[in-house]
């Protein structure tokens, strides 16, 4: 089965700086999405992307999927409190898979 | 985006008596449900899919007669957690697919805390 590999495992910024989140699979990522979760609640849908080279913009996050469709990143601008969390990717095992394969998350933390 | 509830956010009971969650998709028709159920500081967990008039499929290691699954409808599946004993208490989190086309997007509920004492 897929498994998807995070990178960091967690992460300390500094308020304001910018930062980015890996995930890295050993097989094709038919559909690639992106998460935010705050401890005790549900995920919040951040981005989607399907298309090899996509890339996706929201507020002061960016994703992008690689041309191989095997590896996604997350990027924060200007880092803020409001974006602190963990960040969890998921992904479609195959086209048209049912269900999502998840990675074990990047814990983000941001410093005043 | 689409929106997907869960009542309750939060349950306590005694070990041995039932609890039923619901999760509901409130602006979409959902033909597929996931519940999932989460450790603290680890991922999710995907426990079955579940697909509306069918019964649902459970992933290799999860109870189908302890976590009972209905998706009785298209906004509406329960996961019921019966005979409850303290190691059921986790955070369970629903989630709901829209398919556009041959792609699709899959939105989660809030989550529910379950405490069984």
């Not at chain 1, 990522?29 to 929201?58: A, R, V």
């Not at chain 1, 409001?82 to 074990?104: M, N, P, R, T, W």
């Not at chain 2, 039932?18 to 680890?42: G, H, N």
Request: aromatic share 10%.
């Amino acid at each position: 089965s897929q498994e998807l590999e995070q990178s960091p495992q967690s992460l300390i910024v500094q308020e304001g700086k910018n930062l980015t989140i890996n995930c890295t699979s050993s097989k094709t990522l038919y559909g690639l999405y992106w998460y935010k979760q705050k401890y005790g609640e549900g995920l919040i849908f951040l981005m989607m992307l399907q298309k090899g080279g996509e890339e996706k913009s929201h507020e002061k996050i960016t994703a992008k999927l690689d041309e191989k469709k095997q590896q996604s990143s997350l990027h924060i601008t200007a880092s803020q409190p409001s974006h602190a969390g963990i960040y969890l990717c998921g992904a479609d095992e195959i086209q048209g898979a049912q269900k999502l394969v998840f990675g074990q998350g990047t814990r983000l933390t941001i410093n005043p | 985006g689409a929106v997907v509830s869960q009542h309750p956010s939060r349950v306590i009971c005694k070990s041995g008596t039932s609890v039923k969650i619901e999760c509901r998709s409130l602006d979409f028709q959902a033909t597929t449900m996931f519940w999932y159920r989460q450790f603290p500081k680890q991922s999710l967990m995907l426990m079955a899919t579940s697909n509306e008039g069918s019964k649902a499929t459970y992933e290799q290691g999860v109870e189908k007669d302890k976590f009972l699954i209905n998706h009785a409808s298209l906004t509406l599946s329960t996961l019921t957690v019966t005979s409850a004993h303290p190691e059921d208490s986790s955070f369970y989190i629903c989630s709901a697919r829209i398919w556009q086309g041959r792609f699709s997007e899959q939105y989660f509920g809030p989550g529910t805390r379950l405490t069984v004492t």
